[in-house]
């Protein structure tokens, strides 16, 4: 199976087995396996390919550092993500600033936080989460989001949070406490049931790195997982079957855990001043010349 993350894979068949495959779109169900099997830290280097649409900051084919670590929360990857990140500029550049086409970014820590939903509300005066479809799709349309009844909720929240406030970040922010309906992968929110345990770095309006307090619970992630495909039809992106396999390790049970996903290219992009994410892919995959 192909989860970890809502996107549409690249199908392939393998013959000696006689079975549909895929590429993987993430590693994350498959490394929590393995921190359920008794690795306390897990982490691997590695492509995931999306059989998605190419621009600037996107490309089919991509590299991702994702790590795990047995008792940790996405406060110790907060932590992980200063140092690493502020240590980087350090070493590259000999300070804490660095130029990024044409800006100045300060890696100097500690990073800027900010409230996924608070700073939705900022720009949209509601709260998105419990307003009336009839009205969020008003305000989505409002703020530019064309025809946003053909979308879930959650995806309306993400696509305004890049229009409105993701878009415009400039130096490294962590983004916190995205909704649960964002996230059904992350662990609920220890003071609101309604949000999640969640960060995302933005750099340069780019997300670089997205981090989770894990959800470990099986029934409340199959709950989660069934939720997802019954959005399916607005949502094309969302997986199409439910990984049993990682439910069942679940069952087995998953200790308390601190999950984190680099964006490698995306990092590579800002340290080397590149403006666009094929400039760092080896041999990226063209359209063919026409004529």
Do not use: C
């Amino acid at each position: 199976v192909y989860g970890g993350a809502a996107a549409r894979p690249f199908e392939t068949f393998a013959h000696a087995l006689h079975s549909r495959l895929y590429l993987r779109i993430a590693t994350e169900l498959y490394l929590k396996r393995l921190i359920v099997g008794g690795f306390p830290r897990v982490f691997e280097v590695g492509k995931n390919f999306r059989n998605e649409g190419i621009d600037r900051l996107h490309f089919p084919e991509f590299t991702m550092l994702e790590a795990y670590a047995a008792g940790w929360d996405y406060t110790d990857w907060m932590r992980v993500t200063e140092d690493l990140l502020s240590r980087l500029a350090l070493t590259l550049h000999g300070q804490h600033e660095i130029p990024f086409q044409g800006k100045t970014l300060s890696f100097q820590p500690p990073f800027a936080r900010i409230s996924f939903m608070e700073a939705l509300r900022e720009h949209t005066g509601a709260d998105l989460l419990e307003i009336p479809e009839a009205r969020l799709h008003a305000i989505a349309r409002e703020k530019g989001l064309e025809r946003p009844e053909k979308y879930t909720r959650a995806k309306i929240l993400d696509k305004l949070f890049d229009l409105l406030v993701g878009d415009h970040i400039v130096h490294p922010t962590f983004v916190m406490d995205h909704p649960r309906i964002l996230s059904p992968l992350a662990k609920a929110h220890r003071k609101d049931p309604r949000l999640t345990e969640r960060f995302e770095l933005f750099v340069a309006g780019m997300e670089v790195a997205n981090a989770f307090s894990e959800l470990n619970d099986p029934v409340d992630q199959r709950e989660r997982f069934e939720a997802q495909l019954r959005e399916k039809e607005k949502d094309p992106e969302i997986p199409t079957e439910i990984d049993e396999d990682f439910l069942t390790a679940l069952e087995y049970g998953m200790p308390p855990t601190g999950g984190i996903g680099y964006g490698m290219d995306r990092i590579v992009m800002i340290f080397t001043d590149q403006p666009s994410i094929r400039d760092v892919i080896l041999f990226p995959q063209l359209r063919p010349r026409e004529g």
